[in-house]
């Protein structure tokens, strides 16, 4: 891939340009990257790229290899085969220069119990080179960012999810890194704290390059401008979510409102009628009242109704109150990309912090062990 190249070329002139991360638009690239485990290619010669200043939302079900390629890429596990750069630093050549460029939060932040909160966070920037004043300023700073002031003096085995959670994005912010790595950052958290750590997010991405793991579509929809999709550790699509969306679109569904004039409206009486607009696959009926009901029109594959839609209810004497064509969701495009064995995964959406199966639990029990030495 281009961009690599020109990593690696940059690479070249390393002594030359020390700040050589502000020369490259591609913050992230990732070239053939495979992972093999005994029986399970985890991850399977997948390549894409981060543009500086993107947050991407890599996106996948259960097993799909997103928590694998994030290791990847923060250097916790080397590759089997295939190149990843960060701020256009190799994985596996210059792992060090690429811990420093980046901020990770893995799926169960390393946090250790018997620590106060202020004290781990010093403890953190001390291994990522801080000291002095600047270490101060750094912990009071992230501290107030991450809102976790509060808890300072708190051991950190007696937080809450919520808290260590943001605990577990204070530290990763604190080196005030080019690229943060988020492994599902709000899994188990209550629907404030996922508000507040999307906010949070969002409000980070000025600063940093971002890429955040999820199975929560929405969060995607709501935080991300780009999604790269995995699927059985291979890549089905990376766009920008309104292009995605855009590129779905080959059929409409429609939602209309439809009022009796003056009189009471017989919804199958316009449910039939709406049936019969050439192009439409099918008709339902949303919710009726007296006078008036929402109904749900969808079009056969290429076809665009809504226009015929409309004249259908203004010619057989109804009004029409509402018109609207409804945006195909990330969750049905997903869905289509990664087939109907990821439809469990898709539609629990908010999945339990039980869903993380032992190995998972025990892969990252070993990032807790190895974060420290950073
Ligand atoms: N240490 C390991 N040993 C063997 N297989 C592993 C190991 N770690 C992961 N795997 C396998 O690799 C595949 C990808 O796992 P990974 O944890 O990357 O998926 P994920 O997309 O993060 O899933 P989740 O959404 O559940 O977190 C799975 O089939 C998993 O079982
Ligand atoms: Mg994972």
């Given at each position: ?20 991360s502000?020369?490259?638009?591609q913050?992230?690239t ?5 992972r093999?485990?005994?029986?399970t ?11 500086k200043?993107q947050?991407?939302g ?11 390629t ?9 590759p089997?085969s ?12 210059q ?22 909160t ?11 080179g801080?000291?002095?004043v600047e ?23 007696k937080?809450?999810k919520?808290?260590?959670?943001r ?8 080196h ?26 969002k ?12 199975h929560?579509?929405?969060e ?52 039939q009628?709406?049936?019969r ?8 009926i ?15 594959r ?11 209810v203004?010619?057989?004497?109804w ?6 064509p409804?945006?195909?969701?990330l969750e049905e ?7 109907s ?12 912090e ?8 025990a ?6 062990a190895?974060?420290?030495?950073r």
């Open positions: 891939m281009q961009a690599v190249n020109a990593a690696r070329h940059l690479r070249a002139v390393d002594n030359l340009l020390p700040t050589q502000n020369f490259l638009s913050m992230i990732v070239q053939d990257l495979t093999k485990y005994a029986h290619t985890a991850v399977d010669h997948i390549s894409f790229s981060v543009a200043g947050i991407v890599f996106l996948g079900p259960n097993g799909a290899g997103k928590t694998t994030m290791r990847m890429l923060t250097c916790f596990l080397p089997t295939g190149t990843a750069a960060v701020a256009g630093f190799d994985v596996l050549e792992s060090l220069e690429v811990r420093k460029h980046i901020g990770y939060l893995p799926e169960t932040p390393p946090l250790y119990p018997e620590m106060e202020a004290e781990y966070l010093r403890f953190v920037g001390r291994l990522k801080l000291k002095g270490l101060d300023k750094r912990v009071d700073y992230v501290c107030g960012r991450c809102a976790v002031a509060d808890v300072k003096k708190k051991l950190l085995g937080l809450s919520g808290y260590r959670q605990v577990g994005l204070a530290q990763a912010i604190l005030n890194p080019d690229v943060l790595i988020l492994d599902e950052p709000t899994a188990g958290l209550d629907p404030k704290q996922i508000n507040e750590t999307r906010d949070l997010i409000d980070l991405a000025g600063e940093h390059t971002i890429i955040l793991s999820t929560i579509l929405p995607v929809e709501q935080t991300c401008e780009h999604v790269i999709i995995i699927n059985k550790g291979r890549v089905v699509a990376t766009d920008s979510v309104a292009n995605l969306q855009g590129r779905a679109r080959d059929r409409e569904t429609v939602v209309l409102e439809v009022a009796g004039r003056g009189a009471p409206l017989d919804p199958a009486r316009v449910q009628r709406l049936q607009v050439a192009g439409v696959a099918q008709v339902r949303k919710n009726q009242r007296n006078a008036s009901a929402v109904f749900e029109a969808e079009s056969r290429g076809e665009m109704v809504r226009g015929d839609l409309a004249r259908a203004i010619e057989s004497g009004d029409l109150n509402e018109l609207r409804e945006a195909m969701s495009i997903f869905l289509q990309l990664t087939g064995d990821s439809a469990a995964a898709a539609a629990g959406k908010q999945p339990s039980e869903a993380a199966s032992a190995p998972q639990a892969k990252e029990s070993g990032a807790a190895k974060e420290p030495q």
